[in-house]
């Protein structure tokens, strides 16, 4: 039933957590999560670091219905990490139980473990307020805030309020910059952000979600909107986001998942089918069901 | 055959215009049948209709009297200003009792209940919005009025620093009737539209933009302040006009709270005082006995007074929603 895919480790400082929860692990592929280690070989791998992101026989649900069974997965950091499957197959619902948003429906329970650093996101440390800020989200369809540009960019620091009130500027800047968009936006700062174009909106989107610092980014098919051109700017900027954050991403499209993740996990009908080397899953795939996935023949 | 559909197509396109056309031809007739009957009174009155004080319809059993080719009784003489400023006064002590209490009331009910009592919170909401205004009025004069001036204005007239402006705060209190009371009764009857409107407001905020605020680690209180009240300001600028609206015309209510007293300003917060509509209603009787007409033309006037007040203010309430949705707010924009 649960479907091992961090697998078992042969490193060392892992195999500590890694051992006793992951039944049915398979030893030939070691280390699936950790493509720069399996490139660079496991005796070259850096001290291998506790995953950022983990989940542990987890079983959630909404009311009666079952939404994932018994997922057990792990993220490490400075990684950029694949959730691929057919819609309803609980991507999503994966995916919001790492900042709580499922939490928001007074139907959804949850079994099993969803731990951030180590601890449970449920038990309290971070508060759920610090958990968003540090396991930050970008949302399907850009949704800036009805306010102006710079303030969209520096709402999360205001509330948090990371930075002094003279220090905003420069952040809403740098955030900006970093995300491409300050050329475009310089001199239109506190315009409404609804004038600009989808693209540029999910660009003020990543910008506000990184002004606050996060460890880790959790990206619910963040170019599904999106024309071909902007998708890969945005993932050109997925990609310069590592190894400081730590990016999961939800996507519809396994040639994205190719392009950007280094490990994919597909998930079906709510189970956890097959993780990995993104590289193996879309061209090796072992489970019938991934290989039907990724041939195009469900989803 | 074709013939016959396109007969069918112009009769069904002139029928609708026809339908269309009643809103404005009603509005139409309305005007110029006040300005009609108004003429009289406007050209007698003169200026002083909005300067003055004085309530005098004159000698209705004296032989009447012939002034700029007007036929009026002997020594009337008509000052609206208290009216006005009556209307204007209690609609602006509604608006500040009734506007953040509507937009609390909307964010509870939208944000912190259950589903179940939200949707029985909106329930009562709408039947608060239902119940007739003689109701209130009633309430108001023997109830609520009296249970004001007994335990609430002994309260704030003593506390009420003795300064410009604040002195208006001071002084006796009354019996329940008078302006404070008719401003809290006003307030109680807007309540419902302003908290029903921003509510279906709020819920039309979309839910991604709100979890979005969330997901950045926001309370519900921030993400309200920040993000959901920003993007109805509009709408709820237009729900409190429909709320002031009603307030400014609201008759019968304030016809049983105010006093209707006629011919002068009130002394302070709590003084009986009178308002267009109220002293429309309770003059009408009076009015129609006097032989030359006049005191319906003066009447007619006030209709025309408030009538003007309240367009003056949807007006004004569209170039500030124009003007503040130059930011391109989503949604909400409509009174």
Redesign the interface.
């Known amino acids: 039933m649960t479907h091992s895919l961090a697998a078992a480790r042969t490193d060392g400082g892992n195999s500590r957590r890694a051992g006793a929860q992951i039944p049915g692990s398979r030893s030939r592929h070691p280390d699936l999560l950790s493509p720069a280690s399996t490139r660079a070989g496991v005796a070259a791998a850096p001290p291998a670091l506790p995953p950022v992101l983990k989940t542990r026989d987890a079983t959630m649900g909404f009311g009666l219905k079952t939404v994932l069974s018994s997922v057990t997965l792990e993220f490490r950091r400075g990684t950029i990490n694949a959730i691929i499957g057919p819609t309803g197959c609980g991507k999503s619902t994966l995916l919001r139980a790492f900042?709580r948003?499922n939490d928001?429906s007074?139907t959804f329970w949850r079994r099993g473990s969803v731990e951030f650093e180590g601890c449970d996101v449920s038990a309290g440390t971070p508060d759920?307020?610090?958990?968003?800020?540090r396991v930050?989200?970008v949302?399907?369809?850009p949704?800036?805030?009805?306010?102006?540009i710079r303030d969209n960019v520096v709402?999360?620091v205001r509330?948090?309020r990371l930075a002094p009130r003279r220090e905003l500027a420069a952040v809403a800047e740098r955030h900006l910059r970093q995300v491409g968009l300050w050329d475009a936006v310089a001199d239109r700062l506190d315009?409404?952000p609804?004038?600009l174009s989808g693209g540029q909106q999910q660009l003020l989107?990543l910008a506000?979600?990184l002004a606050?610092e996060p460890d880790v980014l959790l990206l619910d098919e963040p170019t599904s909107s999106l024309d071909p051109a902007t998708t890969e700017i945005v993932e050109a900027l997925l990609r310069t986001l590592t190894p400081r954050l730590t990016l999961v991403l939800v996507t519809h499209n396994l040639a994205q998942a190719g392009r950007v993740a280094g490990t994919t996990a597909f998930l079906y009908d709510g189970r956890l089918v097959e993780a990995g080397e993104t590289r193996q899953i879309l061209a090796a795939p072992r489970e019938p069901e991934t290989v039907s996935y990724v041939t195009g023949r469900i989803g | 055959m074709l013939r016959g559909r396109i007969t069918a197509e112009q009769v069904t396109r002139g029928t609708l215009r026809a339908l269309a056309s009643i809103p404005l031809a009603a509005l139409a007739a309305l005007v110029v049948i006040l300005l009609v009957q108004a003429l009289p009174a406007v050209r007698y009155n003169g200026l002083g209709f909005f300067t003055h004080d004085a309530w005098l319809p004159g000698s209705f059993y004296a032989d009447p009297v012939t002034t700029h080719g007007v036929s009026h009784p002997p020594g009337a003489s008509y000052g609206a200003l208290p009216l006005i400023a009556g209307t204007l006064e209690s609609s602006l002590l509604a608006m500040v009792l009734a506007v953040p209490v509507g937009i609390g009331t909307a964010m509870l009910v939208v944000e912190k209940l259950?589903a179940r009592l939200s949707s029985a919170a909106g329930f009562f909401l709408e039947v608060l919005a239902g119940v007739p205004s003689v109701v209130y009025g009633l309430w108001g004069a023997l109830t609520l009025g009296p249970w004001l001036a007994r335990h609430v204005s002994p309260v704030i007239a003593a506390h009420a620093p003795d300064l410009p402006i604040l002195r208006f705060f001071r002084g006796a209190t009354g019996a329940g009737e008078g302006l404070f009371a008719a401003g809290v009764v006003l307030g109680i009857m807007i309540l419902p539209i302003i908290a029903a409107t921003t509510r279906d407001l709020l819920r039309q905020v979309?839910r991604?933009?709100v979890?979005?605020?969330?997901?950045?680690?926001?309370?519900d209180a921030?993400s309200m302040r920040?993000?959901g009240f920003?993007?109805v300001?509009t709408g709820v600028l237009g729900a409190a006009v429909l709320g002031l609206g009603r307030a400014l015309g609201e008759t019968m209510a304030l016809a049983m709270v105010s006093g209707t007293v006629l011919g002068a300003s009130p002394h302070n917060f709590y003084d009986t005082f009178t308002t267009i509509a109220a002293t429309i209603v309770s003059q009408l009787d009076s009015s129609l006995t006097d032989g030359t007409g006049f005191a319906m033309h003066t009447m007619a006037e006030l209709a025309l007074v408030l009538l003007a007040i309240t367009l003056l203010v949807n007006v004004l309430a569209r170039v500030i929603i124009h003007s503040v949705s130059g930011?391109?707010?989503?949604v909400g924009r409509g009174v």
């Open positions: 900042n948003m928001r007074p759920p307020l610090e958990l968003r800020r930050g989200m949302f399907q369809r949704n800036p805030f009805p306010m102006s709402a999360g509330a948090h315009d409404s609804f004038r989107c506000r979600a606050v | 259950p979309p991604q933009t979890e979005g605020a969330l997901a950045l680690g926001l309370t921030e920040m993000v920003p993007w300001r930011t391109a707010l989503p």
